[in-house]
């Protein structure tokens, strides 16, 4: 069973579309998160769910915009995409509870071309 | 702001070689986490360090927290083409719980 599961794998895409991922977890978290890895790798959180509230917006583009309808569920919109929204956009989940932090599962990834 | 640095970006051994990568950070930590990730695939959970000093060992792999809570290490030894990968460290922001910054990340190359 997957854990925690991403729909498309793949997007290519031309400059200017708008574009959704998706994003689901069975293991029954709390939390959410979104995470944008460019070309050197380095993983930047973009957004975090708590029980369907946003807690965590860094300094993203309000281009990109969250969705939870469900704790399962953390969806990623993205309006007018340009060339530097190229990357993998990986989704997470982990369990939160007081100031205890579990580990994240990740899911499989996103490979987002933009062109 | 706080950071995490990682040191080497870059490291390439022969098979059998032992490798070992440093993480660093700004601030002291509650926890800090390590993850594997291989090419093409997505970062995967080895473990969690929470006490100060603490020492825990996975097979080959050797994790440590620094005394003061603001350094980790992860030693493998005998590396194999296995362990090929991108390592990162993770450890909780201090104001924010539920905010976890990544090194990095470390990436390792093993020559067979």
């Known amino acids: 069973d997957t854990a925690v599961s991403q729909t498309p794998k793949y997007l290519v895409t031309q400059m200017g579309n708008d574009k959704s991922i998706k994003c689901e977890q069975n293991?029954?978290?709390?939390?959410m998160y979104w995470y944008k890895q460019d070309s050197k790798k380095f993983l930047k959180i973009m957004f975090s769910?708590?029980?369907?509230?946003?807690?965590i917006n860094e300094t993203v583009p309000n281009r990109f915009s969250p969705k939870s309808p469900d704790k399962a569920h953390l969806n990623l919109h993205i309006n007018s995409l340009e060339l530097g929204d190229s990357a993998v956009y990986f989704c997470?989940?982990?369990?939160?509870?007081?100031?205890?932090?579990?580990?994240?599962?990740f899911g499989p990834g996103t490979r987002l071309t933009v062109l | 702001g706080q950071q995490v640095m990682q040191i080497p970006q870059y490291q390439h051994v022969q098979e059998g070689e032992d490798f070992t990568t440093y993480c660093n950070s700004s601030t002291t930590l509650s926890n800090i986490q390590w993850y594997k990730q291989r090419p093409g695939g997505h970062p995967v959970f080895l473990i969690q360090?929470?006490?100060?000093?603490e020492v825990k060992k996975q097979k080959r792999l050797t994790f440590q927290f620094g005394e003061a809570k603001k350094n980790s290490s992860l030693h493998i030894t005998a590396t194999q083409t296995t362990d090929v990968g991108t390592y990162f460290c993770?450890?909780?922001?201090?104001?924010?719980?539920?905010?976890?910054?990544f090194g990095p990340g470390t990436s390792l190359s093993v020559i067979p």
């Open positions: 993770a450890g909780p922001r201090k104001t924010s719980y539920d905010k976890v910054i």
């Open positions: 293991l029954g978290h709390d939390t």
């Open positions: 997470a989940s982990s369990h939160v509870a007081g100031n205890s932090y579990n580990e994240q599962f």
């Open positions: 769910y708590n029980n369907k509230e946003l807690i």
């Open positions: 360090l929470v006490k100060s000093g």
